[in-house]
């Protein structure tokens, strides 16, 4: 034995810790930058006039939502759990319970980035219609209570999903089908924007004012995920075969989402729609983040094509709903992220319905997600109404004419432009 390797077996727990270390705190910062992309996506999808307010909304969603997931919401979410709710202030200096080699601030850096993710999800359906300091208060209980909760139940070890075997690795449901369906009774209550709809029903369309922008802030994201996905190993050290899997399956859905969306919209529209293929990539990431670690490539494929196909499907539905989404927010990551987990229960390679024949995943898969989203509308919109009664969620008409940038900041985005 070499000098060498006598110094690595004498110190393989701090190398271990080391690796692991900085494989989380890069994966950290990529959800992080994530947040760059939620800013160019729905700023450049909303008209020019209120392009400003949704960089607000997402600085809104880091600094409130990250100090108050500090105080409150890590806690709720891994502490001292009955299964269903726990609570602890700050961050705990105690085990966890997930065999962490990476310190507790980190791992709660690596969470905060999840719950921002969570929020950001509601910003854009809202977009363009609400007050930012109403916002603020939705931004306060969701990151500090109903992310927090929902997470303690899936990665809680004690959490009541977590206990009876639901998959959902890095969030299709603990993150995106709960920001979805939040953002669905939020949208609800406040309402549709001004002239979204003609009196007989039918939406009128209100073009977003820079593609361009939304399709840079949409390759932020998908880069971001290459973050959010195989950080969720939570260490390098011993997961080289599981994050090469991770990444490859995060891949392949994400490019299978964007091909059925350009092939589907060309086929019912006679053009492609490109605002839709950016939300077709994002459905394929969406949908693939809850099995991305128990999934093969093939499957992967599928998946990411249904996807495609049913973000673009969505979104007419809910339009016919008479339910405003700027950004398509719902279609994207609530409906996706409710696919995405019982997909799981349907590809899983080693117990999934279409391998082995045992609906046993599947049902739990079910079973949970339906909880997820029925939890999420329900507490937000009992949250909106409340705020609407006291604060008041809307601007007023006159705001909503002449555009939120210039009513809030008195200076618009494009100030110089003529």
Not at 93 to 107: C, M, W
Not at 386 to 402: C, D, N
Request: net charge negative; charged share 10%; aromatic share 12%.
């Amino acid at each position: 034995m070499s000098y060498i390797d006598s110094i690595i077996i004498e110190n393989q727990a701090e190398l271990t810790n080391a690796i692991d270390t900085v494989w989380v705190a890069l994966c950290a910062a990529l959800i992080f930058f994530m947040e760059g992309g939620f800013a160019l996506l729905e700023s450049g999808f909303v008209r020019s006039k209120n392009a400003m307010s949704i960089i607000a909304k997402v600085f809104i969603d880091i600094i409130f939502g990250g100090i108050i997931f500090y105080i409150v919401g890590f806690g709720i979410a891994y502490g001292s759990s009955n299964g269903w709710f726990a609570f602890d202030i700050g961050i705990s200096e105690n085990d966890l319970g997930l065999g962490l080699t990476v310190s507790n601030q980190l791992f709660w850096f690596i969470q905060l980035g999840f719950a921002v993710a969570a929020i950001s999800i509601v910003s854009g359906a809202l977009a363009e219609r609400m007050k930012l300091w109403s916002y603020t208060i939705l931004v306060l209980v969701f990151c500090g209570i109903m992310y927090p909760m929902v997470a303690n139940w899936v990665w809680n070890p004690s959490g009541w999903l977590s206990v009876i075997g639901f998959n959902d690795f890095a969030g299709s449901a603990a993150v995106h089908a709960m920001g979805g369906f939040s953002a669905l009774a939020a949208a609800i209550v406040l309402g549709p924007r001004l002239g979204k709809y003609q009196k007989n029903g039918k939406a009128n369309s209100i073009p977003g004012h820079n593609i361009p922008l939304a399709a840079i802030g949409c390759f932020i994201l998908w880069f971001g995920w290459f973050g959010f996905n195989p950080g969720s190993t939570l260490g390098a050290v011993g997961n080289w075969d599981l994050i090469g899997k991770v990444v490859t399956n995060t891949f392949l859905a994400s490019a299978a989402g964007g091909i059925s969306t350009m092939i589907y919209t060309q086929f019912r529209y006679g053009l492609i729609d490109i605002t839709m293929v950016i939300n077709g990539v994002l459905a394929g990431l969406v949908s693939i983040t809850a099995g991305c670690n128990v999934l093969d490539a093939n499957s992967a494929i599928i998946v990411g094509l249904v996807a495609g196909v049913l973000v673009d499907v969505a979104v007419q539905i809910i339009d016919k709903m008479k339910i405003d989404d700027p950004v398509g927010a719902i279609a994207v990551h609530g409906v996706n992220g409710f696919f995405g987990a019982i997909a799981v229960g349907l590809f899983a390679t080693e117990n999934g319905l279409f391998f082995t024949g045992d609906s046993s995943l599947f049902l739990v898969q079910l079973k949970g997600v339906s909880v997820i989203a029925i939890f999420s509308f329900t507490f937000t919109y009992v949250v909106m109404q409340l705020i609407k009664k006291t604060a008041g969620v809307r601007i007023s008409i006159e705001e909503e004419r002449v555009g939120i940038d210039a009513a809030s900041f008195g200076l618009e985005s494009y100030s110089n432009f003529e």
